[in-house]
């Protein structure tokens, strides 16, 4: 059974510029959310989206956004990048969007901006 | 705001030996907590969890304890290998729809052969 797939695993920006990271659940996984860990602030939560919908959304700026699509495969967008986004993008899936399950994360995008 | 705090951002025991790692959170509304374990270059993986309404619970080598009134958890890891040397997080969640993990910030277990 394949793991959760994210793509890019690494990329350089700018500061300015934007970035689009993507994420392949687990077959059969209808929940995604997105988490940013920084050696700071550790993980944090970005927003998780169920069937389409964003169910729910952390303390981010509206320059993060996300999307989901029919196959459950994600999408997050970051505008305007900033110094302080360079982090390890991690994506996570579960099968419901319920409080019991366990998510399976990805390896991660790490985002370098320069 | 911190929610979950891991006050020890590592820890260092001899192969065999218990590892103890604490976990803290303050708020009153979590009901699910859980670990998990992250090795370099990989996403977390889960490890265990625990619902409020028990206070431990184990899967083999692992146990988490959890004392609600101290808004305290702790994993167990007995006995030590050196391949759980890695990053422990431990999260909470609040009931609901929804699944949104606080994580704390993570203790950095290095097993010792």
């Known amino acids: 059974k394949a793991g959760v797939t994210q793509t890019p695993r690494y990329l350089i920006k700018t500061r300015g510029q934007q970035v689009t990271l993507s994420c392949s659940p687990i077959s059969g996984h209808r929940s995604v959310s997105w988490y940013q860990q920084t050696p700071g602030q550790g993980l944090q939560f970005l927003f998780e989206?169920?069937?389409?919908?964003?169910?729910n959304k952390g303390n981010f700026p509206g320059r993060f956004s996300g999307r989901q699509f029919s196959n459950s495969r994600s999408e997050m967008n970051v505008s305007t990048l900033e110094l302080g986004d360079s982090a390890l993008y991690l994506c996570?899936?579960?099968?419901?969007?319920?409080?019991?399950?366990?998510?399976?994360f990805g390896e991660g995008s790490r985002l370098t901006v320069l | 705001d911190q929610q979950v705090k891991q006050n020890s951002p590592s820890l260092s025991v001899q192969e065999g030996r218990i590892s103890i790692l604490n976990c803290d959170y303050t708020n009153s509304m979590f009901d699910y907590f859980l670990w998990y374990k992250k090795y370099p270059a990989e996403g977390p993986t889960f490890l265990i969890s625990?619902?409020?309404?028990?206070d431990k619970n184990e899967d083999g080598r692992f146990t988490v304890f959890l004392n609600k009134s101290a808004k305290h958890l702790s994993l167990h890891i007995v006995p030590s290998q050196p391949g759980d040397s890695a990053v422990y997080f431990c999260a909470a969640s609040v009931g609901g729809s929804n699944y949104k993990l606080t994580f704390g910030k993570g203790t950095l277990l290095t097993v010792n052969p």
């Open positions: 996570a899936s579960s099968k419901t969007s319920g409080r019991i399950g366990e998510l399976f």
């Open positions: 625990i619902s409020s309404i028990k």
């Open positions: 989206y169920f069937s389409e919908t964003q169910r």
